[in-house]
T-cell receptor, first 114, second 114 residues
Framework: GAGVSQSPSNKVTEKGKDVELRCDPI?????LYWYRQSLGQGLEFLIYFQGNSAPDKSGLPSDRFSAERTGGSVSTLTIQRTQQEDSAVYLCASSFSGRFNEQFFGPGTRLTVL | GENVEQHPSTLSVQEGDSAVIKCTYS??????FPWYKQELGKRPQLIID?????GEKKDQRIAVTLNKTAKHFSLHITETQPEDSAVYFC?????????????FGQGTILTVHP
C-alpha cells in the first residue's frame, strides 16, 4: 500500500508569509507525528496526534506553529509569519497506536524562507 | 526533558570493517530505543529497535546493545558494505505519558569506502 505522503515537496516563501504543509498518513495508522530536521541536525519533535486524544504540542517552538488533524487522517502543519530560522525539512510520520510501534516517515517538505 | 547524545558525528570505515555508533540518554524512564537510517535525500527508515527488557538484539549484520544502568545503547554493523553509507540516528521513546514522542540523537554520517 501507499506510504506516508507529504505536500508540497518543496516550498519557498518570503519572510512574514504563512505556509501550510500537508501530511497523509498510512491508512489505519492512528498516530501521527511532525518532526523538523534542520541541515545537518537530528530530528526535532514538534507535535503528536493519537486518535481522538488531545495532541501533544510540547515540541512546537513558538505560537506561530500550529497543527490540526481532521477526521483522524490528514494533518496540516501551519507556520504563521515565517522567519528565516524556520527553514528546514518538515517530516511527518505515522504509526499504529502504542508506544513501541515503528514510525513510518514521509518524504518531507523542504521549506525555505527568504 | 530527555537528552540524547550520539557519537561519533562522522565515521569512515573500509568495506568489510565493523562500525559502532553509541548513544547516551538522560531519562531513566526511556524504554524503547529505535535506530533509523537515512540515505541522502531519502526519508528515515527503521533498521532495528530494542526494548528495555532486552540487552541485545541482532538482525543479520546489525545488532543493538542496551545498558540501562549506564543509560547507553549502541549500534553495531559488521562486514560493512558501501550501501551502508548513510546517516544513522538513534532515538529514545520515553515512558510515562509521553507515548508518541521520539527524541533523536544528532546523527552519525557513516561512509564505507570500497
Amino acid at each position: 500500500g501507499a506510504g506516508v505522503s507529504q505536500s508540497p515537496s518543496n516550498k519557498v516563501t518570503e519572510k512574514g508569509k504563512d505556509v501550510e504543509l500537508r501530511c497523509d498518513p498510512i491508512s489505519g495508522h492512528t498516530a501521527l507525528y511532525w518532526y523538523r530536521q534542520s541541515l545537518g541536525q537530528g530530528l526535532e519533535f514538534l507535535i503528536y496526534f493519537q486518535g481522538n486524544s488531545a495532541p501533544d504540542k510540547s515540541g512546537l517552538p513558538s505560537d506561530r506553529f500550529s497543527a490540526e488533524r481532521t477526521g483522524g487522517s490528514v494533518s496540516t502543519l501551519t507556520i504563521q509569519r515565517t522567519q528565516q530560522e524556520d527553514s528546514a525539512v518538515y517530516l511527518c510520520a505515522s504509526s499504529f497506536s502504542g508506544r513501541f510501534n515503528e514510525q513510518f516517515f514521509g518524504p518531507g517538505t523542504r521549506l525555505t524562507v527568504l | 526533558g530527555e537528552n540524547v547524545e550520539q557519537h561519533p558525528s562522522t565515521l569512515s570505515v573500509q568495506e568489510g570493517d565493523s562500525a559502532v555508533i553509541k548513544c547516551t540518554y538522560s531519562d531513566s524512564a526511556s524504554n524503547y530505543f529505535p535506530w533509523y537510517k537515512q540515505e541522502l535525500g531519502k526519508r528515515p527508515q527503521l533498521i532495528i529497535d530494542i526494548r528495555s527488557n532486552v540487552g541485545e538484539k541482532k538482525d543479520q549484520r546489525i545488532a543493538v546493545t542496551l545498558n540501562k544502568t549506564a543509560k547507553h545503547f549502541s549500534l553495531h554493523i559488521t562486514e560493512t558494505q558501501p550501501e551502508d553509507s548513510a546517516v544513522y540516528f538513534c532515538a529514545t521513546h520515553a515512558g510515562g505519558t509521553s507515548y508518541g514522542k521520539l527524541t533523536f540523537g544528532q546523527g552519525t554520517i557513516l561512509t564505507v569506502h570500497p
